[in-house]
């Protein structure tokens, strides 16, 4: 008769790594006594002083929560599976006991944090105990881990492979004018450790994949996801709920913001909100339409308030709940939100069990065997070949299908203005006859412009390759870019 341990993550360190042990018991006492037998560090995990289960360790048989049956005295069968799921809130050392100290400087430094009832010095110690890790170092990351830094989060992982730009500078605050060109991972470090020196900081880079995510996430309490595309939300998502880990979630745009916290025990995840992505190009990203600045402020302060009420255990955590935020008429909206029985993830029967292609689950790439898909598949041209035609005077027209106030930063002069949504309708005000030269900031829309055209009989009209922006870089490099 023998049976499988699940070992949870946290405690991997005291098996030898190990994720699953064989033991062979006739009740859950015995199978535990054993296992504690051959990792000895593992028992004061486990068990208190008293020799009782800590109440912070929950043990299930098969899919049994046996905590309502007669717990460790629970029969075992021959192919029983027993897995020990330690709460993940603050980690697995949340026992008092076992809680950091907190030096002198600190009692000063977290002085008013200490005076609340609903933090204290345990409250305190629990927060230093807590790793968080945080998915991206920009908009939402840089007041996330300013925040996290400053309230005392023993551990902070930051992942990020992006460098910072100057047009970062109006939102992302972990980072100054003097870091422009460097690593955000290193910026984002130093704002962290000039707040907090006591704070271990993890750098991770690397972007955000199917392969690294549940090794990346295993050893934090909770993960925050400051990222800014859909299938990096989905990964974040999924890779939280297969490890059964809090994903305190935010994402903004324009003048909105939403936030929520994802994948905790009984609660919702963001699939139960958006089983599917929606098709590609029809939200755009903060880089095409744009996002006030201080929004990320405000809804990255939320996501990192819901980490510290996380790790506290204090308060109500914005589980099932999905709170909306309108800068422009300053109010706040909450949405109820319930776990999906359905949902393919976090369901009754998932279908879901391990990390997906998330680019392809977001229409990005075609499906394996699938037939190329005609996105971008338009005649294209550069930059330079335009400059030459409209040097050499040739009879043509040049049309922007940006947007006007874009056109207010920036543009080729002589150039007919048609924003992308009003081609259709406008169609009447181009020459059929001529060449057609489309453009618009980097070469997104203007190649959806051409397929348009070309489905309407423009049958002369070009995508511009890298839009604006390329026309800056390499023949008005005078010119302003955005
Ligand atoms: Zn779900």
Known sequence: MSQIVHIPTPLRQYTDKLDTVQVSGATVADALAQLTTTYPELKKHLYNEQGKLRHFVN?????????????????????????????????????????PS???EEVARYSRHLILPEVGMEGQRKLKAASVLCVGAGGLGSPVLLYLAAAGIGRIGIVDFDVVDLSNLQRQ?????DDIGR??????????????????????????SSQN???????????????????????????????????????????EGQAS??????????????????????????????????????????????????????GEPLVGRFLIYDALKMKF?????????ECPVCGDNPTVKALIDYEQFCGLKPAPGATAAPVGAVPVIEVEELKRRIDAGDDIIVLDVREPHEIDIVRIEGTTVIPLGELPRRLDELDRTKDLLVHCKVGG????AVTLLREQGFDRAVNVAGGILAWVDRIEPHKSKY
């Open 59 to 99: 043990i299930y048989v098969n899919d049994e929560d046996i905590r309502y049956l007669q717990k460790e005295q629970t029969p075992l069968g021959a192919t029983d599976t027993i897995s020990i799921i330690p709460s993940v809130a603050g980690g697995c050392p949340t026992a008092t006991a076992e809680l």
């Open 102 to 104: 907190l030096e002198q």
């Open 173 to 177: 605050v972990a980072h100054g004018t």
């Open 183 to 208: 690593r955000k991972l290193d910026s984002a470090r130093d704002a962290v450790k000039a707040i907090n020196p006591h704070i271990q900081v993890d750098l991770y880079e690397t972007a955000l």
């Open 213 to 255: 995510a549940l090794e990346l996430f295993a050893p934090y309490d909770i993960i925050i996801d400051g990222t800014d595309n859909f299938p990096t939300r989905y990964l974040v998502n999924d890779a939280c709920v297969l490890l059964g880990k809090p994903n305190a979630y935010g994402s903004i745009f324009r003048f």
């Open 261 to 314: 916290v994802f994948a905790t025990k009984d609660g919702p995840c963001y699939r139960c909100l958006y089983p599917e992505p929606p098709p590609p190009g029809l939200v755009p990203s903060c880089a095409e339409g744009g996002v006030l600045g201080v929004l990320p402020g405000i809804i990255g302060v939320i996501q990192a308030t819901e980490a510290i009420k996380l790790i506290l255990g204090a």
């Open 333 to 341: 909206r909450e949405l109820k939100l319930r776990r999906d029985p």
């Open 445 to 448: 829309r203007s190649a959806k």
